[in-house]
C-alpha cells in the first residue's frame, strides 16, 4: 500500500555577513549562515538529518558537514552553477516527501570577493578548458562572451533595445536602495549603464552582476515539524529541473533559456500559472538574464520581455516585483546566487523584508512567488514555486 507523500516546507532560512568579508573563510560563512537559519527556525540542530552543500571542498557535502558536526543520512552535492540550489531543494523536497529525509540544510558560502582582493585567487574567464569546452576556450570565448552572444541574438530577432535591458539593471538598483544589506544603493539611470566601460559587447559594468562575499542557508522540513518552528511555515508547491548544453553550437536557439522547461514544470506541478504568481527571484548574472527568464516562465509571449521590463514593472511597487533585494546585479553576488533567491522569496513570503517588503492589493502580504536559478551560460535551470502557510 502506497504511503501518501508529506508536505515539505521552508521553515529557516538565513545569510551569513555578506558584501565585503575580508576576515573569514567559506567554512566560517557556511556555519555562520547554518547557525542563523536553524534558530531562524526554532528547531534543534538534532533533527536535521539532511545536507546539500557544494562548491567547497574536496569532498563536498561530506568536508562542510564536518566542519558543521553534522552525520547526515542523506547528502546532496549537485553542481549545476548558478541553479544548483533550486535543483537541491527540488531533490530535498522528494526526499522529505518520500521519508527518506526529515530536514535536509541547503548551506553555501564564498568569499570570491575577498580572495581576489587578497590575491588568493584570479578571476575566471573561462570555466575549463576540458570536454567540449575544448573547442570554444582556445579562442577567447569567455563565460561573459556567451552571454553578450545571447543578449545580441535576442535583440536581432525581437529588436530588443539596449535601454531596455538597462532597464533590468536601473530597478535592480532601486530595490537595493530599499535593502539596508545591499552592498550598492545608489540609484543609476539607463544613460549611466550606457556610458559604463565596455565589458563584452553589449554589455557594459552595469549590465554585469557585482562580485561580492557571502552566504545563506535554508532549511527544509517534513509537514510535522511545522508546529514546532518560530515563523509562518512557507510550502514548496512544485519544482522543475533542466539542462540544456555546455557547447554554444549545441544550444538550438540564443534566445530560449532551460527555464522554458524548468518553469513550466514547476507551475504544472505547483498546480498555479504565471498569472497567480506575487514576485519573481530571478538569477541575474547579467540584465538578459532576467529578461529571458520572464519570457520563459511564461510572465510575457517569447520577444516580448523587452517590452514588459520597461515602466518600473520589475521594482517592489511594480506590476511583478523581481529580484526585491536588488538582485545579482546590485545586493550580492558571491558565486552561485541561487540560495539567495531562495531566501528573499521565503522573507518576502514571511513579511520580514522591511522596507522592500512587496505588499499587494488591501496591503496584504504576497502569497505565491518563484524562485528560478540559471547556471552555467544557460546550461542549467531549476525553478520552485512557494507558497505562505
Not at 81 to 88: F, I, K
Not at 281 to 288: C, G, K, L, P, V
Not at 295 to 318: P, Q, W, Y
Request: glycine fraction near 12%; include cysteine.
Amino acid at each position: 500500500m502506497a504511503v501518501a507523500a508529506r508536505k515539505v516546507a521552508v521553515v529557516g532560512v538565513a545569510l551569513s555577513d555578506c558584501g565585503r568579508v575580508d576576515e573569514a573563510t567559506p567554512y566560517a560563512l557556511h556555519a555562520q549562515a547554518a547557525r542563523r537559519a536553524l534558530a531562524d527556525s526554532g528547531l534543534d540542530r538534532s533533527v536535521v538529518d539532511g545536507l546539500a552543500s557544494a562548491g567547497l571542498g574536496i569532498l563536498a557535502p561530506v568536508e562542510v558537514a564536518e566542519y558543521l558536526g553534522l552525520r547526515p543520512t542523506w547528502v546532496d552535492s549537485t553542481a549545476v552553477g548558478g541553479s544548483t540550489w533550486e535543483v537541491m531543494a527540488a531533490h530535498a523536497a522528494e526526499a522529505i516527501a518520500a521519508g527518506h529525509a526529515n530536514a535536509v540544510l541547503l548551506v553555501y558560502g564564498s568569499t570570491a570577493r575577498a580572495d581576489i582582493k587578497a590575491k588568493r585567487r584570479t578571476a575566471n574567464l573561462s570555466f575549463g578548458a576540458r570536454g567540449p569546452l575544448q573547442f570554444e576556450v582556445p579562442y577567447g570565448h569567455t563565460l561573459i562572451s556567451k552571454y553578450a552572444m545571447a543578449a545580441r541574438r535576442h535583440m536581432h530577432q525581437y529588436g530588443t533595445t539596449l535601454e531596455q535591458l538597462a532597464e533590468v539593471a536601473v530597478q535592480a538598483r532601486s530595490n537595493a536602495a530599499r535593502n539596508p544589506d545591499a552592498m550598492y544603493r545608489t540609484p543609476i539611470t539607463v544613460d549611466e549603464v550606457l556610458s559604463g566601460p565596455m565589458i563584452a559587447d553589449p554589455f557594459t559594468k552595469l549590465h554585469c552582476c557585482i562580485r561580492s562575499d557571502g552566504g545563506g542557508a535554508v532549511l527544509l522540513a517534513a509537514e510535522e515539524y511545522v508546529a514546532d518552528t518560530a515563523k509562518t511555515p512557507v510550502w514548496i508547491l512544485g519544482s522543475g529541473t533542466s539542462v540544456s548544453h555546455t557547447t554554444m553550437s549545441e544550444w538550438e536557439d540564443f534566445t530560449v533559456s532551460p527555464a522554458a522547461v524548468s518553469g513550466r514544470l514547476a507551475f504544472e506541478r505547483a498546480g498555479v500559472t504565471p498569472a497567480d504568481i506575487d514576485l519573481a527571484e530571478i538569477y541575474d548574472a547579467f540584465t538578459y538574464m532576467t529578461l529571458v527568464t520572464l519570457e520563459d516562465l511564461g510572465f510575457c509571449a517569447k520577444g516580448e520581455g523587452g517590452a514588459f521590463v520597461e515602466k518600473g514593472r520589475l521594482t517592489i511597487d511594480g506590476d511583478l516585483p523581481v529580484n526585491t533585494d536588488g538582485g545579482g546585479l546590485s545586493a550580492c553576488h558571491p558565486g552561485m546566487r541561487g540560495l539567495f533567491l531562495l531566501i528573499e522569496a521565503v522573507r518576502q513570503l514571511r513579511g520580514e523584508a522591511g522596507d522592500r517588503q512587496v505588499r499587494k492589493s488591501g496591503g496584504r502580504l504576497p502569497r505565491l512567488a518563484v524562485a528560478s536559478g540559471t547556471g552555467g551560460w544557460f546550461c542549467s535551470s531549476g525553478t520552485v514555486i512557494l507558497e505562505r502557510g
